[in-house]
């Protein structure tokens, strides 16, 4: 018996071809343009769904192939895939929002799956034409015209008392009006506590008010400490494209070391006192609405021109330090024998040179500076040791000390700013800061 269906491989072709131009339109854009890897994922879902028709993609198959995870990587310490996909998701749906707003075709990953659907766009109801017309009755032929006189002291008192309810219910509404306002206030006020604060306030509303997004990017303490094991110091693109491991890997070819410095790799380790940091700067946006938080491992490249940006921690740590401290008059070096200081490139008279860490002095810097686009700001944590970072993060939240350095600067508003700051410390708790030199950029605004 011949079926009468239609032949499906030349529908599957059809959709085969449709659905990816489309996403060689999406990788083409404006949002993705410059983000090579969620480029590379989302040509690789596409592949995986419409070439090769799986119905399901894993989160490891995606790590190993896309990311270049090793294959025994664990998906519940490694977010990469999960960070990225959110990621693309965003970017699509800006994609469709804007110049693809037209496509006759449409994508996207659902939550939940990493395999993309591609659906027909729905056509928007055109209203109804064959609704029947009222036609007005002319003057002449209305039976209203007649209406008895005797009835308009009737309708003149129903009026009256029409416009007597309507200026209750609005006086009525006025009143609620202003008691959710007093409501409201009383709300704001109670979580955004810092807004009371007049220099707090002044620092941090120019930092969240520079761009809709905020990105905290949170340090890599496994990158800084497989550098401090082997003695020496990898590059940022060594670690953006993950060549670090395999540098490591050939550098000491015993399995026992090579299997040490793999789990530590893939441990995503952080510091306690950074992430301390951390939640403190996220409280100052309870409702999440404007600042979010990422690893340093799962940050992407092109969100630096796009975002303002808050990094904690040294370079040997967050290497995206490595963008901005060209910029920088005060950076932190580590040197491979352990030791730790910071360079004053530009020393000016009372000023020194290097300020070399201590046993029980530490340093910090502090640099608050536009990003490249002047379209947000970069705010960057340097400390010679932890306690330095937990003492950085007091000086930017403290009403006490941003005063004292906004007199300092004989300014009412700040300007971009460094300072570097020692910090006295024992036990591994900061006790002092104090303000050891400072620039100032009034100009850069």
């Not at 009737?154 to 209750?168: E, G, I, P």
């Not at 219910?169 to 955004?192: D, S």
């Not at 904690?312 to 060209?326: A, H, M, Y």
């Amino acid at each position: 018996m011949t079926s009468t269906t239609a032949p499906r491989p030349q529908k599957a072709a059809l959709d085969v071809e449709s659905g990816w131009a489309l996403l060689e339109r999406i990788a083409a854009s404006p949002h993705l343009r410059r983000a090579t890897r969620l480029q590379e994922l989302l040509f690789y879902i596409g592949k995986c769904s419409l070439k090769e028709g799986y119905g399901k993609i894993s989160e490891h198959k995606i790590g190993v192939d896309v990311f270049g995870r090793p294959e025994g990587y664990d998906t519940s310490a490694d977010n990469i895939v999960r960070t990225s996909v959110s990621e693309l998701r965003k970017r699509i749906d800006a994609y469709f929002e804007s110049e693809g707003r037209d496509e006759s075709l449409i994508m996207e990953i659902p939550r939940w799956s990493y395999v993309p659907s591609f659906m027909p766009r729905h056509a928007e109801p055109q209203p109804s034409m064959d609704r029947p017309v009222l036609e007005a009755v002319p003057a002449a032929q209305s039976p209203r015209s007649t209406v008895d006189a005797a009835r308009r002291p009737r309708m003149q008192r129903w009026v009256a008392v029409t416009l007597a309810a309507l200026c209750l219910i609005t006086i009525a509404l006025a009143g609620t009006a202003a008691f959710f306002w007093h409501r409201y206030r009383a709300l704001n006020g109670a979580l955004y506590t810092w807004h009371s604060e007049p220099s707090v306030s002044a620092l941090w509303t120019n930092i969240l008010n520079a761009n809709p997004n905020t990105d905290v990017i949170l340090a890599d303490a496994s990158f800084g400490l497989v550098q401090e094991l082997d003695k020496q110091s990898f590059s940022f693109d060594d670690y953006l494209n993950r060549s670090y491991i395999n540098q490591l890997q050939v550098q000491h070819p015993r399995p026992e070391m090579d299997n040490v410095l793999n789990r530590i790799v893939l441990w995503n380790m952080g510091s306690q006192d950074e992430f301390k940091l951390a939640h403190r700067i996220l409280a100052l946006d309870p409702l999440g609405q404007r600042i979010h938080l990422y690893d340093s491992r799962d940050y992407m490249p092109d969100l630096t021109d796009r975002d303002s940006l808050i990094l904690i921690g040294g370079r040997i740590s967050n290497p995206w330090d490595d963008l901005f401290e060209g910029r920088m008059n005060f950076t932190v070096r580590f040197e491979n024998d352990g030791s730790i200081s910071v360079i004053n490139r530009a020393p000016v008279a009372g000023e020194q040179r290097i300020y070399a860490q201590q046993d029980s002095v530490q340093y910090c810097v502090v640099a608050y500076l536009p990003n490249p686009n002047h379209n947000g700001v970069v705010l960057l944590i340097e400390g010679t040791r932890a306690e330095a970072t937990e003492a950085a993060g007091n000086f930017l939240l403290s009403e006490n000390q941003l005063s004292n350095f906004k007199r300092i600067l004989r300014v009412d508003r700040f300007p971009y700013f460094e300072v570097l700051l020692k910090v006295s410390s024992v036990q591994g708790t900061p006790l002092t800061a104090s303000i050891q030199a400072y620039r100032s950029y009034p100009n850069l605004h």
